[in-house]
Nanobody
Framework: QAQLVESGGGSVQAGGSLRLSCVASGSTYNYNFMGWFRQAPGKEREGVAIIYTDGGNTFYADSVKGRFTASQDNAKNTVYLQMNSLKPEDTAMYYC???????????????????WGQGTQVTVSS
């Protein structure tokens, strides 16, 4: 089992920045993709940014490319999401997630991810 705890959400004005953190504990060796999803009221959960923890490769939704950056600190078992140039449409609950090694499915699809954090709210006002 792995446990994920997010932090760093908040309220900002459009154009502002936030950095989310996700600390993993437990059986972290069991997974090799870790990252961020978001869900706005009335919408489906969507993949935002994923990092391949074995190699550092990153994958982004088109809507956040050039604005969001995922990174990791292996020594701290932590992944980050730096969010710049925030827009009102970025408002959502942001979840950290991890998927086990060998799991098949789209990298930015939520279904293959077994472990989830409790979420942290991001609100962007215009």
């Amino acid at each position: 089992q792995a446990q994920l705890v997010e932090s760093g959400g908040g309220s900002v004005q459009a154009g502002g920045s936030l950095r989310l953190s996700c600390v993993a504990s437990g059986s972290t060796y069991n997974y090799n993709f870790m990252g961020w999803f978001r869900q706005a009221p009335g919408k489906e959960r969507e993949g935002v940014a994923i990092i391949y923890t074995d190699g550092g490769n990153t994958f982004y939704a088109d809507s956040v490319k050039g604005r969001f950056t995922a990174s990791q600190d292996n020594a701290k078992n932590t992944v980050y999401l730096q969010m710049n140039s925030l827009k009102p449409e970025d408002t959502a609950m942001y979840y950290c997630a991890a998927r086990e090694r060998g799991t098949v499915g789209g990298i930015l699809q939520p279904q293959p991810y077994k472990y989830w954090g409790q979420g942290t709210q991001v609100t962007v006002s215009s």
